[in-house]
């Protein structure tokens, strides 16, 4: 067994005859994501790359609003100064922005993969 912050990253069940990787319960949501992979192949491939797409979008466009706004707290206005996004998105892409790349996540995470930049929490434990 081998754990992160967030939890295991991966586990085995250990017999005298040796290792046994465990897989998730059918009706989970990791389960139901694993039956989508190993039935439809192509379709997974679509969902995995529009997650990582969404996700990528999410950052590019929601980071510098994010710096924009917390430039505006007084405390880090006064030490640093303010600064102005470039990108300015109507309330409406604001709103649905964040949850598309809750659910791109979500579905990353429910993969049972480990990737290197998804898991960049893990880069700093021992």
């Known amino acids: 067994m081998e754990t992160t912050t967030y939890g295991l990253k991966r586990m085995h069940y ?9 897989s998730p ?3 989970s949501l990791e389960g139901l994501r694993l039956r989508l992979d190993d039935r439809f192949p192509r379709a997974s491939k679509i969902v995995k790359n529009t997650a990582i797409i ?3 979008i999410s950052l590019i466009l929601g980071l510098p609003q994010l710096v924009a706004l917390v430039s505006q707290i007084p405390f880090i206005a006064e030490k640093f100064g303010t600064f102005e996004s470039p990108i300015v998105l109507p309330n ?5 922005l964040p949850v598309a790349a809750g659910l791109a996540a979500l ?12 898991d960049m929490d893990t880069w700093w434990e021992d």
């Open 14 to 22: 250990v017999t005298d005859d040796g290792e046994e990787m465990l």
């Open 107 to 118: 579905e990353r995470a429910i993969t049972l993969r480990y990737h290197w930049l998804i």
């Open 92 to 96: 409406w892409l604001n709103i649905i």
């Open 25 to 27: 319960h059918p009706n």
């Open 54 to 56: 969404v996700l990528l």
